[in-house]
């Protein structure tokens, strides 16, 4: 039995190393906002010690915060060892806002702190506190890398770092003893063995394809025919935009909070669900923003939106990790009527749904474990040369009810998400006791007005919450989703249009 322990990364998890670089910072995070309360120190700060104890009495439940990468011989493929030089309080840092200590300089802090790359040679994360913030609060910002979790178990981790009752008790840290790590020639030699294995791994499969074959070639074929449809979207460039700009290692972060049960309203009021909702509040807000502050026309715009879709089975809830796959949705960006955008976008989601779209990307990552890291990276360029999709959207459903960091109660969590290639403004949303809140990275020099997008992005809401209210006093019910997508809304929709619109031009010129 061997003498020391380690644990490979999957291919999905591996992606996100692929896609680092000096610009592209490739962890998420989120900044929450507390009632200071019980944590409150008599000179007016917070008790940074206190936070970094009852941290430590946690870690137990994350093993992963205390382990680091390494890389294979030859392969150079990543691995998780325990960290035998852990320390906490590298891990646990403190600042603190300069008067006013207003929401304004918070933001400006976090997007100065999202800018600065995590040290690959360390465990992948680190939790800010930062005090001076006005009204008796103070914020964490917590900075983890996308290789260690996606959307769904960094929520996961926020309820076993919080808790659901206010309290005083930190428990004692439980002993911990970093395991041995392998040395080079292990690593080689276990990579050697593993690459003999995978023949006979593959052998296996073929034999549990063959003892279903009826279930297996339908799988077979709709894997087939989903990948297919990806990889096909992945090599069609959307339009291009204000919003896809090579981007550089300096970020701002904006928030705005929304409540959900307006959302609900307007779910129940026109169709489709808080998700469709969302997409369409975003439609709506990139259609105001392009018009005025960009002056772009965007009738005939193919814009998309890459929609992660958790693949998490409810067994896998708490592990580390990533289980995402995604959609990559066109927006009706053209559209002026905002009931029409959320009818639109419910149309599509609905056909998305009935062609299990997102079984695609889950094929092309679980083919990655096969062939390698050379898949993945000819993913990475896809992404980043060219321009599959205009912008990420991401919405992670969290708890219901109140969190607690001891006795502060958490007030607001609002996510961060990456940047990578062109791709120069990113959303996350994190739903959290009754609100939804969004958060929006964006590029430093590109956009120097970003909160003039979070404006579109509230002006969007209120002008769906207004067509839900006049729908709900005319008495009309939601009509339900249509299975059909209009051809209009989709790429090969647009195109047609367009050549339609080159056909009547030459018409018109011929008869002149």
């Not at 964490?140 to 309820?159: E, F, N, Q, R």
Request: proline letters at 8%; hydrophobic letters at 40%; one cysteine or more.
């Amino acid at each position: 039995m061997a003498d020391y322990s380690y644990e490979r990364l999957r291919q999905s998890d591996n992606t996100f190393l692929v896609f680092e670089d000096p610009n592209a910072h490739m962890h998420v995070g989120a900044t929450l906002l507390f009632d200071a309360g019980p944590l409150l120190t008599p000179p007016g700060g917070v008790d940074v010690d206190r936070i970094r104890q009852y941290v430590e009495s946690r870690l137990h439940l994350i093993p992963r915060y205390r382990q680091r990468l390494e890389w294979t011989p030859l392969e150079n493929h990543p691995v998780w060892v325990d960290d035998d030089r852990f320390n906490l309080f590298y891990h646990v840092r403190h600042t603190r806002l300069p008067p006013p200590g207003d929401e304004r300089l918070l933001k400006r802090t976090v997007g100065r702190l999202m800018s600065q790359q995590l040290d690959l040679h360390k465990p992948l994360w680190e939790l800010w506190v930062i005090e001076g913030l006005e009204g008796n609060r103070f914020a964490v910002a917590i900075k983890t890398h996308h290789c260690m979790i996606d959307g769904v178990s960094g929520a996961d981790l926020l309820s076993t770092l919080l808790r659901p009752e206010p309290t005083q008790e930190i428990d004692p840290p439980h002993p911990w003893i970093p395991r041995p790590a392998p040395s080079r020639a292990e690593l080689l030699r276990d990579a050697a063995l593993r690459r003999l294995g995978m023949p006979l791994g593959l052998a296996r499969s073929v034999w549990r394809v063959m003892r279903d074959e009826d279930h297996a070639r339908h799988d077979w074929n709709e894997r087939m025919r989903a990948a297919g449809q990806m990889l096909r979207a992945g090599l069609q460039n959307a339009s291009n935009t204000p919003f896809n700009l090579p981007i550089g290692p300096y970020w701002r972060f904006d928030w705005t909070p929304m409540p959900i049960a307006a959302a609900r309203e307007v779910k129940c009021g026109l169709g489709g669900t808080v998700n469709d909702v969302v997409l369409a509040v975003v439609a709506g807000a990139v259609r105001h923003f392009l018009q005025e502050s960009r002056h772009v026309k965007v009738d005939d715009l193919d814009f998309r939106v890459m929609a992660p879709v958790s693949m998490r089975s409810g067994s896998e809830r708490g592990q580390m990790g990533n289980r995402v796959s995604a959609w990559s949705v066109p927006l009706p960006i053209g559209e002026r009527d905002p009931e029409q955008r959320l009818r639109l976008v419910t149309e599509t989601t609905c056909r998305f749904k009935d062609s299990r779209l997102a079984l695609g990307a889950e094929t092309f990552t679980e083919a990655s474990e096969w062939l390698g890291a050379g898949l993945l990276s000819f993913g990475a360029r896809i992404a980043q040369w060219g321009r599959p999709f205009n912008m990420v959207v991401t919405n992670v459903p969290g708890p219901p009810i109140p969190l607690y960091l001891l006795g502060a109660e958490m007030r607001e969590a609002y996510p961060m998400i990456p940047l990578f290639g062109n791709l120069a403004t990113g959303i996350a949303l994190f739903s959290y006791a009754g609100t939804l809140h969004w958060g929006v990275m964006a590029d430093w020099d590109h956009f120097p007005d970003l909160h003039a997008f979070l404006l579109c992005l509230q002006r969007s809401f209120a002008e769906l919450r207004e067509a839900a209210a006049r729908a709900g006093a005319s008495g009309r019910e939601a009509p339900p989703p249509s299975r059909r997508l209009p051809r209009s809304t989709t790429s090969r929709g647009v195109a047609a249009r367009r050549q339609a619109q080159r056909r009547r031009s030459r018409h018109v010129s011929a008869s002149g």
